[in-house]
């Protein structure tokens, strides 16, 4: 039996964000909106001396209009889909600057249906278009809350000078 529940009466184009919340029993995520693990593989590999990872595990994962995914960094690949809704800004932080790509479905406004988010990068990210957007983020070695890791206003802010209004945007004040 699924978790899922199916509702055929709804027209995809008009259900939000509350619609998926409920229908994929989606809960609060530290970093923001909202999430379910949906699968973390059977087998594992060591990630060093004492510690070991799932192969990978994925998520589906909710934002609204009102949401935001604060900076955080965590220690495996992240791969994110696009499923649903509008279009979600993406922000890197990295060696060169800020790098921002655009999750959604309108490849021909540069939009992108997957994103990968390197380990141990700096990344959050913003509603851009639309009431909310529904994604999924699969991460290989896999997802585990020991790897995950909130960013430091300061400590961006003395890292990444240059990108302050979004650093401000998308870390708590301290």
């Not at 529940?5 to 409920?22: G, H, L, P």
């Not at 800020?98 to 021909?108: F, K, M, R, S």
């Amino acid at each position: 039996m699924s978790l899922i529940k199916t509702d055929a009466a709804v027209d995809i184009d008009k259900r939000t964000a509350d619609y998926w919340i409920e229908h994929l029993a989606l809960e609060p995520h530290p970093e923001g909106g909202f999430f379910r693990e949906t699968y973390r593989a059977g087998g594992k590999l060591a990630v060093g001396p004492h510690n070991e990872r799932n192969f990978s595990t994925a998520i589906y994962f909710l934002l609204r209009k009102q949401d935001r995914s604060m900076f955080h960094r965590i220690k495996s690949d992240e791969l994110w889909h696009f499923h649903a809704g509008g279009r979600l800004t993406i922000y890197t932080l990295t060696e060169s600057g800020l790098v921002a790509e655009t999750l959604g479905q309108d490849i021909g406004r540069g939009d992108k249906l997957q994103i990968v988010i390197p380990a141990n990068r700096w990344f959050g990210a913003i509603v851009t278009d639309g009431p909310y957007v529904l994604a999924g983020c699969t991460v290989s070695p896999g997802f585990d809350f020991r790897d995950f890791e909130m960013a430091k206003q300061a400590e961006l802010l003395a890292d990444f000078p240059k990108s302050q209004d979004i650093i401000r945007q998308l870390t708590p004040e301290v």
